[in-house]
Structure formats: structure tokens, C-alpha cells
């Protein structure tokens, strides 16, 4: 039984002070009767959902309603048993160099960061372009350096994670994942391990992403970077999409009861 | 909100004070660690008073009463000790009964060693140069000095190895246990959290097999019942059985320790790497092995240290290392009682080893401590 509203017309969903931008017609992510479990626990119910190029999807909801465990079965980081998802055109199957192939192309950011606390915040950004993309040492430091500056840490390069605020460190993460050029970003809650300063500086380069029209899942709890940023939001309860429309319309005028509540619980202060 | 009404206070931080004079300096620290209660105040003294009663005399016998010129037991007229023995016998702890005339072999394979691995020590020699002696050691060296110490090639005579001993065997035995093992054992711990449930059970098998076993049982199957059954005619090397068996004795506890390490790798670096698009090999060698292996740095060298103590059990299938050697001449009737002075010299050989390796691993710890947070 699937509740999922899928809209595929995206255009026409910009109010004033949104950032205007293209939406291509091609699917970059679809996810169709998506189901997984865990043991006997059925996580993900019949998920349905299209994700157009250059689209920002916004992924909200409860804890434990399946949103990380959804994004983190686009780049197969978690495995669904049944249903199909396709990236990029390839489908995720048990073949090793297909999953490679999409992880080549999709970046992903974590809510701790996960930068590789023995290289420093510059080996961590051309580690993957250099050892998976073959690019020479040289070209890969100057994007790295390039991205980093776009991330306002050029300053860092040679220092270690550990060394750094839990905002640079997301950051980092970001100018890491954009290092290997990818198509589509997956964020997975990255402010919630933030201190509440820190979350506008990263929260600012993910806007400034969005301008540049990368195509963006971003499963998080700021509503006010859903509202100036999404094209669609989610919503996710007990592990399956209830409702997804366009941000002015989610939050004057959701559809379902749930929604409704959640809504109210985190508006409420 | 009121304060916008008011005048806006600002904020500044209060200077820093220096710390209360009582808990700096020297009495700060004496007071702090040596008398900072009662019953810290009683064993202070107690201490103090050990040390009154046991140093002096050490020192009376090992330097003051000592005897340490002399070429034969006449010498040894002190109280003391009579290092004169050691000095006489230094040869045989050294080089066992390799014959005299090719210990220049012995010597240079000593001395390539201390060229490759005392520059690991000083940070000012490059690291370029550190990482390839280090290459060195590990990989040509260990072909060099088997066929300086073997001989047979290159015009130098063949020296069988039961005539290997002392010093010169210990090194030999620990080397290539720590050579092997640390590789092997890596490798073992990778095999033993694979998802192949054929490799998995080899590994684990592998391990559980050889760290079920005391050392010594090892060895003595190596020794003795190995040629059992062996067919007629085939026999290898009894210090190669020892060395064999060395080596995947503590390759079962390294692989112990590394997993150890690679467990406490947090899951995320995994995800990380993976989504980078690492694959597994990729992902071990450049993201999670490093940091198992300085997480695990002390439990190596503890491994790596005991691997090196425990070679004097070769003395059980008639090796003659540096221990076997000192044991060996003490009961020499041409000196009197010389026990302690030999075993304090062996005690010193272990201990200079074992606390480089000690201060080696320190150091390595802390060049490799990237940041306070992991």
C-alpha cells in the first residue's frame, strides 16, 4: 500500500524569496516499492520517490521513521530488499561495480562528520580523487583548494580534524564529498550534532550549493532551510512517506493528520 | 529584551590569575605528590628509606668492590663483582660458536641493522629517509643478513646454524618473529571479520589453533616430533622449524590485537570511505588500517616485547641464544662464582631492547596523536 503523493511536475513552485533555478525533466534518483528490513522489522514500507535533476529534496519526520536509513539506500550504504532504486540511470543491484559506480557519482555528508582523523582536512579532500579518479596529486590540491575556499576554510588545509570546530569539520566533509565532482549530494542530518552557532555557517554553504544547482536529498530538522531552499519536502512516519509537496504548500497546508501534528510539535517554539 | 532598553553591557572576559603560589614550584609538587596525606606521607618516608638501605650496597657491588680488568679469574679479587668474566666471554654471548675468523659477517648484519633503525629515533634525519631505510629493513635486509649469516653464495663458506648463538641468535629469532608476525597477523585480522565465511573460518581456526598452545609445546613440536614424520632423508633446519613456529605463534596474537584496533574503528569511517567510493582494499590500506594499527600501537610493542623475551625458550630444543649462551659459561670451572654478574648482563641486554622498543613506540604515539578528539 503505497501513501506516496508523487508529483512530477516540479515547476511552478518558487514563491518570492525562494532561489529561483532549473529543474531538469530526468530522474536522478528513482526509488520505486522500495521495502527493507531489519531482521523481522520492516523499516521501509513501499517507498516511492522521484528526485529530478537538480532538484532539492528536503527528508523530515520523527526519529526512527526511516528518513537516514531511505537516503543511505541511494548510495547502498544500507541494502533494500525489494523494490528498485535507480541512480543515475543504473539500478542498485548486488553487482559491486555498479554500487562503485554510483558512489563514484554521489557525494554524502554525515551527521558526525566522519572525516578521517589521520590525514590532514586537505589529504582527506583528494584522498578519493586520487586514489578512485586516478587524478594526479596536484590537480586534486588545487580543486580541493579551490572548494575549500568556497567553503571559507582555505586557512585549514594542513591541520587535522581533530583540530577543528564541529562546523569546519562539516564543512570539510562538504568541500571532501564535492571533491569528487558528484551529481547528486546526500545530506544525512548534518546540523544535529551542531552547536546552534555553528549550524548557520554550514547551513550557509549549503544554500550557496543550492544556488549553484547541484541536485540535493537533505534528511534534516531546519525548517527555515526547507523553506528558502526545497523544491519538495518529505515527510517520513514509521518508515513510509506520508506526504511530499511543495514547501509553501507543506507548511500552510498539509494534507495529512500526521504531518499536521509533527508540524505543530516543531513550529510550536 | 530589556537590555536594549538600558544602556547594552559589554562583555569582557576577566584576565587570567596565576595559579596560588602553594601549588607551584618544587614544594607544590612535593606536596601535591609526595606528602599530600598521611598515609602518602608514611610511604613517602618508607620509600625513602628503602632506597637508603638497598642502593648503596648495589652500587658498592656492582662499580665500587667491582673487578673490571683481568683476563682470568685471578683478576676477581673484590668483593665485588667480577666483570671480568662478562668482558672474557663477550664473544660467546655475541656470536655463540660461530667461528672466529667470519664474524665479520655477524658485524655487518649488526651494524646495516643499527643504520636502518637508529635513525628511526631522530626526528631530524628526513622523513624520506626514514621511510626508506625502513622499506629497507623490512624487505632487503632480511635477504642480506640470511645470506651473510648462512653463507654458501658469493665465495663465503657455509656456516650451519647450530652454530649460531647468543646475542646473535635472539636478534635473529625476534626479528624475523616481528617481521612475520606483524604482517601475517594483520592479515589474519582482516580475515577474521571478512564477510566470506570460507576465509572467516580459516582465520579463525588458524588463530584459535596456535594461541591454544604454550609456546614451548610449539617448539617442541617443531623439534621433535616434526622429523617424525617428515619422510627419510627430508630434514630442514632445526632453527628454520623454530623460527617457523615463532612466527605463527605471534602471528595468532597480533592478529588478536589488530582486530582489537580494527574494532574500535568507528563505523563511520567505514561509511565514509565507502561513499567516498573506496573499495575494500582501498578503503583498509588508506582509511581504517592506519588508524587500527597506532590505536593498537601499544598492544603491538607489549606483543613485540614479549615475542623478544620468549625467544630464550629455543633454549628447551638446544638453540643457544643470549641467555643459553651466559647459562652455559657460568658453570665454566675455570671461574668461580659468576652467576649474577651473567645474569645480570643478559637481564641488561633484554632490558636495552625492550625499553628501545618501549621509548620507540612512545615516540610513534606521539607523532601519530593527530588532534584531542579522534
Keep these: ?269 | 529584551m530589556s537590555s536594549r532598553d538600558s544602556e547594552s553591557q559589554v562583555f569582557t572576559p576577566r584576565p587570567a590569575l596565576p595559579p596560588p603560589p602553594r601549588t607551584v614550584g618544587l614544594a607544590g609538587w612535593a606536596r601535591q605528590n609526595l606528602f599530600s596525606s598521611i598515609p602518602n606521607t608514611l610511604l613517602t618516608l618508607l620509600s625513602a628509606y628503602l632506597v637508603w638501605v638497598l642502593v648503596p650496597p648495589v652500587i658498592d657491588w656492582a662499580i665500587l668492590s667491582a673487578n673490571f680488568f683481568g683476563d682470568s679469574n685471578d683478576a676477581c679479587t673484590g668483593e665485588g663483582a667480577c666483570w671480568v668474566f662478562i668482558g672474557q666471554r663477550l664473544n660467546f654471548f655475541i656470536y655463540g660458536f660461530y667461528p672466529d675468523p667470519e664474524r665479520w659477517r655477524v658485524n655487518t648484519v649488526f651494524i646495516l641493522l643499527a643504520l636502518a633503525l637508529v635513525p628511526q629515533f631522530f626526528p631530524m634525519v628526513p622523513a624520506k629517509v626514514r621511510t626508506w631505510l625502513g622499506v629497507f629493513a623490512l624487505t632487503l635486509y632480511p635477504v642480506l643478513a640470511a645470506v651473510l649469516l648462512m653463507g654458501g653464495l658469493f665465495g663465503l663458506p657455509f656456516i650451519e646454524t647450530s652454530k649460531w648463538g647468543g646475542l646473535m641468535l635472539t636478534l635473529v629469532l625476534s626479528y624475523v618473529g616481528i617481521v612475520v608476525s606483524l604482517p601475517v597477523g594483520t592479515l589474519l585480522a582482516l580475515g577474521r571479520r571478512s564477510g566470506m565465511p570460507i576465509i572467516r573460518t580459516i582465520c579463525v581456526l588458524f588463530i584459535e589453533l596456535w594461541r591454544g598452545v604454550p609456546l614451548i609445546s610449539v617448539l617442541f613440536m617443531a623439534s621433535v616430533m616434526l622429523p617424525l614424520f617428515l619422510p627419510d632423508g627430508v630434514n630442514f633446519d632445526k632453527l628454520l622449524r623454530a623460527l617457523i613456529g615463532i612466527s605463527m605463534f605471534w602471528s595468532a596474537y597480533m592478529a588478536e590485537v589488530v582486530r582489537g584496533g580494527l574494532q574500535g574503528i568507528p563505523k563511520g569511517q567505514y561509511e565514509a570511505a565507502a561513499a567516498l567510493g573506496l573499495g575494500y582494499w582501498k578503503a583498509t590500506l588508506l582509511v581504517t588500517l592506519p588508524q587500527a594499527l597506532k590505536l593498537v600501537i601499544p598492544g603491538i610493542v607489549n606483543t613485540f616485547i614479549a615475542l623478544f623475551k620468549d625467544t630464550t625458550l629455543v633454549l628447551i630444543i638446544g638453540l643457544f641464544d643470549i641467555l643459553g649462551a651466559v647459562q652455559s659459561a657460568i658453570v665454566d670451572p675455570a671461574w668461580g662464582h659468576v652467576a649474577i654478574e651473567g645474569y645480570v648482563f643478559a637481564a641488561l641486554c633484554f632490558w636495552v631492547f625492550c625499553f628501545g622498543m618501549s621509548q620507540y613506540s612512545q615516540g610513534l604515539e606521539r607523532k601519530l596523536h593527530t588532534g584531542h578528539k579522534r
Design chain 1, 1 to 269: 500500500m503505497s501513501i506516496s503523493i508523487d508529483k512530477q511536475d516540479p515547476s511552478g513552485r518558487t514563491d518570492g524569496q525562494r532561489i529561483g533555478h532549473e529543474v531538469g525533466a530526468e530522474a536522478m534518483i528513482q526509488i520505486t516499492d522500495m521495502n527493507k528490513w531489519y531482521g523481522s522489522f520492516h523499516v521501509l514500507r513501499d517507498i516511492n520517490l522521484t528526485v529530478h535533476k537538480g532538484e532539492r529534496i528536503v527528508v523530515c519526520g520523527p526519529s526512527g521513521s526511516g528518513k537516514s536509513t531511505m537516503i543511505r539506500c541511494v548510495n547502498r550504504l544500507e541494502e533494500h530488499q525489494t523494490g528498485t532504486v535507480v541512480v543515475d540511470g543504473i539500478e542498485l543491484t548486488e553487482d559491486i561495480k555498479k554500487i562503485d559506480a554510483i558512489r563514484r557519482e554521489v557525494g554524502m555528508v554525515f551527521q558526525h562528520f566522519n572525516l578521517f582523523p589521520h590525514l590532514t582536512v586537505l589529504e582527506n579532500c583528494v584522498l578519493s580523487p586520487i586514489w578512485v579518479r586516478k587524478e594526479p596529486r596536484r590537480q586534486a590540491e588545487e580543486r580541493a583548494m579551490s572548494l575549500l575556499e568556497r567553503v571559507k576554510i582555505p586557512e585549514q588545509a594542513k591541520k587535522y580534524p581533530g583540530q577543528l570546530s564541529g562546523g569546519q569539520q562539516q564543512r570539510v566533509a562538504i568541500a571532501r564529498a564535492l571533491c569528487m565532482n558528484p551529481k547528486l549530494m546526500l545530506f544525512d542530518e548534518p546540523t544535529s550534532a551542531l552547536d546552534p552557532e555553528m549550524i548557520k555557517e554550514v547551513l550557509d554553504v549549503m544554500v550557496q550549493l543550492a544556488e549553484s544547482g547541484m541536485t540535493m536529498v537533505c534528511v534534516t530538522h531546519e525548517m527555515g532551510f526547507a523553506k528558502t531552499v526545497a523544491d519538495r519536502v518529505v515527510f517520513m512516519d514509521s518508515g513510509q512517506v506520508v506526504e511530499q509537496a511543495a514547501p509553501s504548500e507543506f507548511f500552510s497546508n498539509p494534507k495529512s493528520d500526521r504531518t499536521r501534528l509533527f508540524l505543530s510539535q516543531i513550529l510550536k517554539h
